[in-house]
């Protein structure tokens, strides 16, 4: 192997000292940052990831809400939640786990949240706040990136970075943060013609597809760094990302492991954010 792993687990460890300090320090001054959770619905996946930001938020000593709800619950009804979230004092974050039943619209679900409060970073007012350069809320995957980037002390000045995946919880954010970081940054999709012509040419490699083996070892330039966002199972059933991590840890310079690299750091940046939004406070 040639590529060093950075390693999510240990980074997210650091960063959730951090804010558990942090959250220390805003307690003494008598606000206890709050984070709501709703969902809607029996997704299993789900059902995993509000069970981890809850008990994330415990770990780093935040207050947290959970509401689970059940799937006929009608929009109407997850409108009125989300408003009497955003005027409960109490509450710095508020979070509606996607997907949504399909007869509930989830982009006005999302409009509904208080910009003040959206630390998932979805709302049209934290993407346009990123597109533009000014402060507002980073979505937490492609933030958790860039903080795996600073870990490493990676200067993306003048470097080539390719995303592959256009979706707007990861790709669209994660070119926007790269390019405010000065990299020159090319978006890859299904429609990409030659996907391993623009893979060899970058510095570092971003796949956010949620297909596996969408990056092979012959699509790397050697020494590129190497950033897995996907979350797929393989034939086994284990969980494997986009990113073929035999092959090309063998070619790449650094590279995110799948279980333990970009996964965990998400809901770490999620403690942020809701830290961040309670410090504002
Ligand atoms: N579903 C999958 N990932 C996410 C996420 O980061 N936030 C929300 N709200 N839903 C999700």
């Known amino acids: 192997m040639t590529a060093q792993l950075i390693d999510g687990n240990a980074l997210s460890r650091q960063l959730r000292a951090n804010v558990a300090a942090r959250v220390t320090a805003l307690k003494a001054k008598g606000i206890t940052p709050g984070l709501a959770v709703i969902l809607v619905g029996d997704n299993p996946a789900s059902h995993v990831y509000v069970r981890n930001k809850v008990k994330a938020c415990e770990d780093t000593g935040m207050h947290s809400v959970l509401e689970s709800w059940p799937a006929s619950m009608t929009e109407a009804e997850l409108l009125g939640r989300v408003n009497t979230l955003n005027q409960d004092a109490s509450i710095h974050g508020v979070l509606v786990q996607l997907p949504l039943p399909a007869h509930i619209d989830a982009q006005k679900v999302i409009e509904a949240i208080d910009p003040a409060k959206d630390v998932d970073g979805f709302h049209i007012a934290s993407a346009g706040a990123l597109m533009t350069g000014l402060p507002g809320f980073w979505p937490c995957t492609p933030y958790g990136c860039m903080k795996m980037l600073e870990s490493i002390g990676y200067d993306l000045k003048g470097k080539h970075a ?43 490699v971003v796949a956010a597809v949620g297909k596996r083996n969408v990056l092979t070892a ?61 410090e504002k406070t």
């Open 162 to 204: 390719v995303v592959i995946g256009r979706s707007n919880i990861v790709g669209k954010p994660m070119a926007l943060m790269l390019l405010q970081n000065n990299a020159t940054v090319t978006i890859c999709h299904s429609g990409t013609k030659d996907l391993k012509a623009m893979t060899l040419q970058a510095d570092l």
């Open 218 to 278: 012959d699509m790397v330039k050697p020494g590129a760094v190497v950033i897995d966002v996907g979350m797929n199972r393989n034939d086994e059933g284990k969980l494997c990302g986009d990113v073929d991590f035999a092959g090309v840890k063998e070619v790449a310079g650094y590279i995110t492991p799948v279980p333990g690299g970009v996964g965990p750091m998400t809901i770490t940046m999620l403690m942020v954010n809701t830290l961040e939004s309670a």
